[in-house]
């Protein structure tokens, strides 16, 4: 099965913090996702890897920013942690599109509150 | 750019019945995948099915299958035989280049 683990379940920061949230995948995927999940809004695409050290902004990328050193591991980084950045942050991954498209894995979240 | 609207907030079913959860979307595109993702209270997002828009036959996995009109940019989910475990937040979504996701539809399904 596919596994895509998250470094954090909860985690609780202060304005102005830089905070990290990390994201590891086993399967090799060349794709990788991060979307914020806020209730009444569904999910929304802030940052994506198509391969390593390669990044395309999504809808949201405003205040965030990625790294991707490795294959398997997708950083999301908040340089300056704000309070309207309280959410639940979902990492994903799926294999290169080859002859058809494939769903995405999903992590179990990050439910990060800014105070 | 796409957007995908799910106009049910919630809905309530009991065991054993049948519930449909509508979706539509709106796109210039012709070639795209639909899908339905599933996400159970404090547990991970699943795939629940998927749509080829260049199909015309309906999708179908056990218990859940839909209705895709592709004319009328419509793709509904309908779950037949409803078990306590279908309890979930379901997500339509939407892909060309990237997923675009509607605000979900939260399902209860009662004893």
């Known amino acids: 099965d596919v596994k895509v683990t998250q470094s954090s379940r909860y985690l609780v920061k202060r304005t102005g913090e830089k905070v990290f949230l990390e994201c590891v995948q086993d399967?090799?995927?060349?794709?990788m996702f991060w979307y914020r999940q806020d209730p009444g809004l569904g999910l929304r695409l802030i940052y994506f890897?198509?391969?390593?050290?390669?990044?395309e902004k999504g809808d949201i990328p405003e205040g965030y920013s990625v790294s991707r050193e490795k294959k398997e591991r997708f950083s999301l980084i908040l340089e300056s942690a704000s309070t309207n950045q309280t959410s639940m942050y979902l990492c994903?991954?799926?294999?290169?599109?080859?002859?058809?498209?494939?769903?995405?894995?999903f992590g179990p979240g990050t439910r990060l509150t800014v105070t | 750019a796409q957007t995908v609207t799910q106009s049910q907030p919630e809905m309530s079913v009991q065991e054993a019945e049948t519930v449909t959860l509508s979706c539509t979307y709106d796109?210039?595109?012709?070639?795209?995948?639909l899908f339905w993702y599933k996400q159970p209270p404090s547990r991970q997002m699943i795939l629940v099915i998927r749509?080829?828009?260049?199909?015309?036959q309906n999708a179908t996995e056990n218990r859940f299958s839909v209705n895709f009109q592709k004319a009328a940019k419509s793709f509904s989910l309908k779950i037949s035989d409803s078990q306590l475990g279908d309890t979930a937040m379901y997500f339509c979504?939407?892909?060309?280049?990237?997923?675009?996701f509607g605000k979900g539809t939260m399902l209860l399904v009662s004893p």
């Open positions: 994903a991954s799926r294999p290169t599109f080859r002859g058809r498209l494939y769903e995405q894995y």
């Open positions: 399967m090799d995927h060349e794709n």
């Open positions: 890897s198509y391969d390593v050290k390669m990044k």
């Open positions: 796109t210039s595109e012709n070639n795209y995948y």
């Open positions: 749509q080829e828009a260049y199909k015309q």
């Open positions: 979504a939407f892909e060309v280049s990237t997923l675009t």
